[in-house]
């Protein structure tokens, strides 16, 4: 249960009376309860003021709360007040002293309080509590991105089955319904994390393209192929990115594939002292892409819920807020050719302590991350080995005989991906994947 006092002041003596929250995830968060109001987002419309004397929800009174809920509420001390109702408190309510609002706040509230009887902060304290997870969200992120990838090892042995051996069409939309279907199967699906990005070729050069299901593309052995995708499930948020290749890429693509995999590795290696930003750390996924004169126009990775929005803060591998342990973070470099092809590899991470010697042998403590996300990187037809160091191709052997043994006991029974998955993982992956 969260303990609303967190974010309670203690003391009127020069402390504001109170806050109001209008951000939804902040409120599901401090309150820890999930909505289904906004699509793909676990959340509830509503507002929620803690102050002093009082905590009070406003939410839509003909919301049917269920009997759990409004006890767990009860029990929290938590009133509620219809969600209009939230205009007439702000304006004649009992306030003894100033709220805080979030600079994002919807403008009406400031214009309903009037100065002096708010203050705005740039930097929301829910935000920053939130950012940081304990110790069971952080298990649940284990557990949750085991269960996603094992459906996203399911559907990559069913796709490219399907698309080399049955030469079968599947479009863009057919491949994103086929892997939710997956996903739906494992325990505590939610639902989908973000619309699925299911790209071929030319549409993977748009970021965040979307397919629909009357105007998607095939894919093919011909093309490249992106999907950037992931669950919600009770224990956390997923999101995940790998780029294929079912024939035979060019050697351009093999070297940007490359190229943009370099700079995953150099984030998933990184080992940094206290108190370093996520943009101090952003050159080291783009220096292996610069080397050929590439880059990508989009950030190197963004924090995430705990079953709540795909994209939350405040840090992120393109500000300065500093990287704290427990912060988790995706790690998605890529690269994009315009009208040709487009790359991404994204996993996540969160930032762990790691005793580490300095200069004098003396023992200390820094910063390193570990990796949640557990699917696959191709390797057999899309890395050129000749780019990459010693180091890194220990690292990509590590990685997916990590998937590998951390996998298989999840997909026991499903003959096709225990073989694709086996065969993926070798040590230079699938040369050629002879189906029976």
């Known amino acids: 249960d969260r303990d609303t006092s967190e974010i309670q002041p203690t003391s009127p003596d020069n402390a504001p009376f109170g806050i109001v929250l209008s951000k939804l995830d902040s409120i599901a968060w401090v309150l820890n309860l999930r909505g289904s109001d906004v699509p793909y987002n676990p959340v ?34 938590v009133s509620r007040r219809d969600y209009s109702s939230l205009w007439t408190y702000l304006r004649k309510g009992d306030i003894k002293g100033q709220l805080i609002i979030d600079s994002k ?5 400031a214009v309903l309080l009037k100065r002096p009887r708010y203050v ?9 509590l939130k950012g940081i997870k304990n110790p069971v969200e952080i298990q649940g992120f284990r557990h949750c991105y085991l269960r996603d990838g094992a459906a996203f090892v399911q559907w990559l042995a069913w796709l490219e089955e399907t698309v080399r051996k049955k030469k079968q069409p599947v479009t863009e939309w057919g491949a994103a319904q086929k892997l939710t279907e997956y996903r739906t199967n494992m325990d505590h699906f939610m639902g989908l994390a973000y619309a699925n990005i299911s790209a ?29 995708s992931g669950g919600q499930y009770l224990d956390g948020t997923c999101d995940t990115t790998r ?14 594939y490359t190229r943009v995999l370099q700079g995953h590795i150099a984030i998933d290696s990184a080992v940094f002292p206290e108190g370093t930003t996520g943009v101090q750390l952003d050159v080291l996924a ?8 590439l880059n990508y126009g989009h950030g190197t990775g963004h924090g995430f819920g705990s079953f709540l929005s795909v994209h939350e803060g405040p840090h992120a591998f393109s500000n300065s807020v500093p990287l704290r342990a427990g912060a988790v973070i995706t ?9 040709s092809f487009g790359i991404r590899i994204e996993s996540a991470l969160v930032v762990k302590t790691v005793k580490v010697k300095d200069t004098g042998g003396s023992e200390v403590e820094w910063l390193a991350f570990e990796r949640f996300t557990h699917v696959p990187i191709q390797t057999s037809r899309l890395v050129n080995y000749s780019l990459l160091t010693k180091d890194e191709r220990r690292w990509l052997r590590n990685h997916n005989r990590t998937c590998r043994e951390k996998l298989t006991p999840l997909l026991e029974g499903d003959k096709r991906a225990l073989k694709w998955l086996k065969r993926a993982t070798s040590k230079f992956g699938p040369i050629e994947i002879i189906w029976e």
């Open 44 to 77: 509830f419309f509503s507002y929620l003021v803690i102050t002093l004397d009082e905590v009070i929800l406003f939410v839509d009174s003909n919301k049917d709360l269920v009997n759990p809920v409004t006890r767990y509420l009860d029990e929290l001390g």
């Open 105 to 109: 706040s919807p403008y009406a509230i």
């Open 120 to 128: 705005v902060l740039n930097s929301c304290i829910v935000s920053q």
């Open 200 to 228: 071929v070729g030319a549409n993977a050069a748009l970021p965040h393209y979307e397919p629909t299901p009357t105007g998607s593309s095939l894919v093919d052995v011909t093309q490249l192929y992106l999907n950037d």
């Open 243 to 256: 780029t294929v290749h079912f024939g035979q890429p060019t050697q351009e693509q093999r070297d940007a």
């Open 286 to 293: 783009r220096k292996a892409l610069w080397k050929d004169r």
């Open 331 to 339: 790690n998605e470099p890529g690269f994009y050719k315009e009208g």
